[in-house]
């Protein structure tokens, strides 16, 4: 059984760069949600998509910050202009949805961003 | 707005104490649910349970036990004879409607269990 993948696992970048991060949710799962953790924090929604629909966007989610999830299945999330503000752990989940049932989040293991 | 408060930032036992971790939530919706996340030091979040405003019997799984208050707006987590295993961040998390919504997290407590 394959869990929530996310890649790379560390991405360490200069300040106004662009980095992009992948997440790979369980095959047969239909939503998909980023989170931010920074440390000490609990993790922070950013955004979230059912099959290739974005639902929401947190208001933490500058214009820098784009999400996509062009067939319903991986997701990327890009930074653009990288700031040391945006160092932190970005958390990718994924869940069932059908009907009214309601499906716990499996999380991944993250993306863990520095940004000098 | 939703919002959970961890009050307890750090809690260190002795192995085999019991430990209570303290978690208080505010919504203004009536259907919400409530949710229990471990974080090890790998890192990954653990799902450990999921409750909904509606059901208010408390749990036991091993030697996990949840109490749900509507009254007090708690939901404490307590481990009976902890093991150093235990040690991790745990995260008390929110989702109002239908429970699909995105979690709204606590602060985490770390607890550490010393042998």
């Known amino acids: 059984d394959t869990g929530v993948s996310q890649d790379p696992r560390h991405k360490i970048t200069k300040r106004g760069q662009n980095v992009t991060f992948r997440c790979d949710p369980i095959?047969?799962?239909?939503?998909l949600y980023w989170y931010r953790q920074t440390l000490g924090q609990g993790p922070e929604f950013l955004t979230y998509?059912?099959?290739?629909?974005?639902?929401?966007k947190s208001r933490l989610l500058s214009d820098r910050f784009s999400a996509e999830r062009p067939k319903g299945s991986f997701s990327t999330l890009e930074i653009q202009r990288t700031e040391q503000g945006d160092s932190a752990m970005y958390l990718c989940a994924s869940s069932l949805v059908t009907g009214i049932a309601v499906n716990e989040q499996f999380f991944g293991p993250g993306t863990r961003l520095t940004v000098l | 707005a939703q919002k959970v408060t961890q009050a307890q930032t750090e809690i260190s036992v002795v192995e085999k104490e019991d430990v209570t971790l303290d978690c208080v939530y505010e919504t203004r919706d009536t259907t919400y649910y409530l949710f229990w996340y471990k974080q090890p030091p790998s890192g990954e979040l653990v799902f450990l349970i999921r409750?909904?405003?509606?059901?208010?019997q408390n749990e036991i799984s091993g030697r996990y036990s949840w109490n749900f208050q509507k009254s007090t707006s708690s939901f404490n987590f307590t481990i009976t004879a902890s093991q150093v295993v235990d040690s991790a961040v745990y995260f008390c998390?929110?989702?109002?409607?239908?429970?699909?919504?995105?979690?709204?997290f606590g602060k985490g407590t770390r607890l550490s269990v010393i042998a």
């Open positions: 998390a929110l989702s109002v409607f239908s429970g699909n919504t995105p979690l709204v």
């Open positions: 998509f059912q099959n290739e629909a974005q639902l929401e």
């Open positions: 409750r909904n405003s509606f059901d208010e």
């Open positions: 095959s047969e799962h239909n939503r």
